[in-house]
């Protein structure tokens, strides 16, 4: 089993529509959690972060971590087609650099105007 | 946040050759993480090069294969050697951006193919 489990799509969802986005991970050590945007041709860009359990709302985008199901989610409301980009989870057991990153293999989101 | 620079941004190599990628920081850091992101795969950690010491290479990577230098807090570079078509992929570099608080930023990445 991979540490972190994340379904590829690709996806693709009318502009204004609600966006799911999840990933699983099998180490209970996890305690960071973040979601990275990379457009195409460039380099992944931190979008939401939140340590532990909980939920973090940021505008458009909230991020929510059940480490009971060790599951995380990205929701993004009025989806736009500035949305559109490859959606990364990534996780790691300690703080700055301590512990290594564990990403996903990428969500890819089509929002269509 | 940081300003990474990195270089080259694509390039086509033959199989047998070796090339050598740049990543350049606009703010002194004390540690540069080196990643390769294949098709339709996770981003995979390659080593963390520290200025002064050597580099520390993940399972499944190697100095002779991915020899990397840190001359000082915000330059390192990444050499792909021996390349085969097997290496064809996104090669990124990332920083800890001013505490974990920030994230880690990267660089745009460099698009290696090798034929």
């Known amino acids: 089993q991979k540490e972190v489990e994340q379904d590829p799509g690709p996806l693709s969802v009318p502009e204004g529509a609600i966006v799911s986005l999840n990933c699983t991970y099998s180490?209970?050590?996890?305690?960071?959690f973040m979601w990275y945007r990379q457009y195409s041709r460039k380099g992944p860009e931190l979008l939401m972060y939140?340590?532990?359990?909980g939920n973090k709302e940021d505008g458009r985008f909230t991020a929510q971590v059940d480490k009971s199901s060790k599951y995380i989610s990205l929701f993004i409301r009025d989806s736009q087609p500035s949305d559109s980009a490859t959606y990364l989870c990534?996780?790691?057991?300690?703080?700055?650099?301590?512990?290594?990153?564990?990403f996903g293999k990428g969500t890819k989101l089509t929002v269509n105007p | 946040s940081a300003v990474i620079s990195q270089k080259p941004s694509r390039d086509i190599c033959q199989r047998g050759t070796s090339l050598t990628i740049q990543c350049q920081v606009d703010?002194?850091?004390?540690?540069m993480f080196w990643y390769r992101q294949q098709p339709g795969q996770s981003l995979t950690l390659i080593a963390t090069?520290?200025?002064?010491?050597?580099?520390?290479?993940e399972s499944g990577f190697v100095i002779d294969k991915f020899p990397i230098s840190r001359p000082n807090l915000t330059f390192s570079t990444l050499t792909v050697s021996n390349m085969s078509p097997e290496d064809s992929s996104i090669y990124l570099c990332?920083?800890?951006?001013?505490?974990?608080?920030?994230?880690?930023?990267f660089g745009s990445g460099t698009r290696l193919t090798v034929v």
């Open positions: 990332s920083v800890q951006d001013r505490g974990f608080l920030y994230g880690y930023t």
């Open positions: 180490n209970s050590a996890f305690q960071y």
């Open positions: 939140t340590y532990s359990s």
């Open positions: 990534a996780m790691s057991a300690g703080p700055g650099g301590s512990e290594k990153l564990v």
């Open positions: 703010s002194q850091v004390t540690m």
């Open positions: 090069a520290n200025q002064g010491s050597e580099a520390t290479y």
